[in-house]
């Protein structure tokens, strides 16, 4: 279902932000050795059935052990306990170079899908997608890392925004642990 469900989002990012037609090619985004290491390895917080048994006692000390923000609260109706960590979402904004030729923005467009891949694989984003207008903010990932400072070197590392096609505007933001989009 992840799958289907990152497809259908790297379809709308690869409408969104492109000029007129398909990206022929991938190439390898290459990130510098200070900022983070994107190398293949486990995500940060595995979704294995496992994981999903702890309790919210046992996750909140390993979000914590690992640097994630998080806080608890009991619901008054159910009396269950929600674990609330803090993500970030990065609005990718139109940058200010805007007028690279076709070829060089489908070649940018295959770089930043690859790149945008490449942080769900690694657990670094849990969602990315398009908007649907033609606005100003393009689209959005949300980054499921501990820093602000860690999130804002995986979203300046995006080709598109190395190329100034896209900018950044990066906000901490606060959601239930485990909750799906419904």
Sequence with gaps: MKKVFLT?????????????????????????????????KEPNIEHSPEKRSKSVAELKAELISKGYKVFDYVDEKTK??????????????????RNQNEEEANQLQSEHLAHLGKMYELGYADISGPFGDDGEIRGITIYN???LKMADSL?????????GRLVIEMHPWWAAKGFPLR
């Design 8 to 40: 259908i989002l790297l379809i709308g990012v690869l409408t969104s932000c492109k000029n007129d037609k398909e990206p022929t090619t991938v190439k390898e985004t290459e990130v510098k050795k200070d900022t983070v290491d994107l190398s293949i």
């Design 80 to 97: 269950d306990t929600t674990l609330m960590q803090q993500y970030f979402i990065a609005f990718l904004k139109n940058g200010p170079i």
């Design 145 to 147: 890392v501990p820093t």
């Design 155 to 163: 979203a300046n590392a995006d080709p598109m925004v190395k190329a």
